[in-house]
């Protein structure tokens, strides 16, 4: 046995996810948005999140020795990390996804053995459900989703506003907008852009109050799309994000083709998401994406830059590129 | 917004459980046993461990961007840690312990809140089993969960071995013993040295097994013990690992009371587990197994080394103190 070899990354890898689910109770029970208010004691956390005496300390302690709460006499208090991101309250939270995590998604991947045998999704769809009807099926729950899905997406919206030449075109098309959190960036920033977001109908309101918030209505608006079973909307440059992932290779293709027919020559089509490195040895949240999309859908995974690339010049487009923009995110680039 | 605050180690850790979810897997699959003959290509590994083509790619490259598997020209190889850990075949196997967490344990912490929020265990109990009974019914789940348990505390008492002063004793006994991995590392090290393993009588042949296949069954003997409703074995130290964590605290202050009195004057109780830092800020690991103590019993719970030098006070030792052992476990050392 040399010395050198440790069982420690091993160890701290295979019991992450007690840490993990610590933070995710945390987020569902609202604790860092009572925390906002002030620093509170053991038991006013107690009575306020409704918790039991037995556990409570050293669930809070815990936090406290992973980073996410401070303790000062006896008292505790969010980080200015946890108090930006994990607070309801504010426009900055982030804690949506975390709660969707917490509710059913933990629970769900307790069956990756299972759908690594299997090939098939381990969610409500193992039970006849499907994620996209469940979710839809529901406005509240729907726009909980979408606001979620916002707060995760706004530094890369920055860097897309940031990085891509917008001077050199109007109008652009954001494909499954969900909320809008990246059109109402893109439009504060750059002035002379006007915008569409489309998605399927039930999404319309949320999208439409979500721009007004914004005061951009003159400038972005809706369009109702299924984009299986219809063109898609016309504009310079076309925006697809965490989109191709959630489909199989045949239905990624079509899309891709959906959006050259859509654009004028020289127009762009921009994918991106948790992009995998072209040497799948890097970029382990991405490669992680799509062990999830095996858990959350029929046939989803998420894909390398050269993927992307290959498929966009497969469907006519003449030049392609890469760009990192935030995180995890990657953006690929096709001009038509 | 402060440049410097970012949502990153947030969402690492909310994350956190798809890597260590997927780590977990391949230990249950058998991945790295099967990875100990040699490299093997994605297709063979597939053959092997009869996975479906769907996501066994990404499977696999996730496991080399966390650093669990290398791949070199197509083949994926064992790290050298993975190999010497997580090799089914070898004496250093420590994936009892995860395969089990990646049966049963990883389900039951989806139930974390409703844990915090009831103060009940949310593992078979929920359901009216019990984790020792049924891990006590079935004798090769049972060897299988000591073994896991023996891998996990080499370390623990490779140190212990060292750090404690046995030249100044002639006998021990191990309360709990399990397979036996602490006693025949102490009887190894210090050759003037009687040990007796502690436990119910469906493990002595366990341990009599392991005990002889290191020649040191004239030294190390099992003694069967109940230890709600018989004293403990006589000895000049008694050791009492991972157990006082399951039990509450008056269960706690039994069986320190009950150490003390199997003790002669001069003799020592050796406590050890992941005991908490008494700031309870750092042993973040210490403060998680105690969340673990809520999900797997009904009063369990993990404490620090001035709680346990407390109860040893209270039961008559006349002098206590702590040191750390090896990875987040350490022991509280009291004097009779």
Redesign the interface.
């Known amino acids: 046995?040399?010395q050198a070899?440790?069982?420690?990354?091993?160890?701290q890898?295979?019991?992450?996810?007690?840490?993990?689910?610590?933070?995710?109770?945390a987020?569902?029970?609202g604790l860092f948005t009572e925390l906002a208010n002030g620093p509170l004691s053991l038991d006013d956390i107690r009575a306020r999140l409704?918790?039991?005496?037995?556990?409570?300390?050293?669930?809070l302690?815990?936090l406290?020795?992973?980073?996410?709460l401070k303790?000062e006499q006896g008292s505790y208090a969010n980080t200015?990390?946890?108090d930006?991101?994990?607070d309801r309250a504010k426009p900055?939270y982030?804690g949506g996804?975390?709660e969707m995590?917490?509710a059913r998604l933990?629970?769900f991947?307790?069956d990756?053995?299972e759908?690594?045998?299997?090939?098939q999704p381990q969610n409500e769809a193992k039970h006849g459900g499907d994620l996209f009807d469940t979710l839809y099926s529901d406005p509240h729950r729907l726009e909980q989703f979408l606001s979620a899905m916002t707060g995760l997406s706004l530094?890369v919206a920055h860097a897309m506003a940031e990085k891509f030449p917008w001077s050199q075109y109007k109008s652009f098309v954001d494909i499954g907008v969900a909320q809008g959190g990246l059109p109402v960036v893109l439009a504060e920033k750059h002035k002379h852009l006007t915008g569409i977001g489309a998605d399927l109908p039930v999404v319309g309101p949320i999208f439409e109050r979500y721009v007004a918030s914004h005061g951009l209505q003159d400038r972005l608006k809706f369009a109702k799309l299924d984009f299986f079973r219809e063109p898609l909307p016309r504009a310079d440059v076309i925006i697809m994000g965490h989109i191709l992932h959630d489909w199989d290779l045949s239905t990624k293709k079509l899309l891709v083709a959906k959006a050259y027919d859509a654009l004028p020559a020289g127009g762009s089509f921009i994918v991106f998401e948790a992009i995998?490195d072209d040497e799948?040895?890097?970029?382990?949240?991405g490669?992680?994406m799509?062990?999830?999309m095996?858990i959350e859908t029929r046939?989803g995974?998420?894909y390398t830059g050269a993927d992307c690339s290959g498929w966009m010049r497969e469907a006519g487009f003449r030049e392609t590129r890469g760009e990192h923009l935030s995180?995890p995110d990657s953006m690929v680039i096709g001009v038509k």
């Open positions: 046995m040399t070899v440790t069982p420690d990354a091993i160890m890898l295979g019991f992450g996810y007690w840490g993990s689910r610590t933070l995710l109770s987020v569902e029970l409704n918790l039991q005496k037995r556990s409570s300390r050293d669930f302690d815990a406290v020795a992973l980073g996410m303790r200015p990390a946890t930006l991101y994990l900055t982030l996804m975390l995590m917490s933990f629970r991947w307790a990756l053995t759908g690594l045998r299997t090939g530094g995998i799948r040895r890097s970029n382990a949240f490669l992680l799509s062990l999830n095996l046939g995974f998420d995180g």
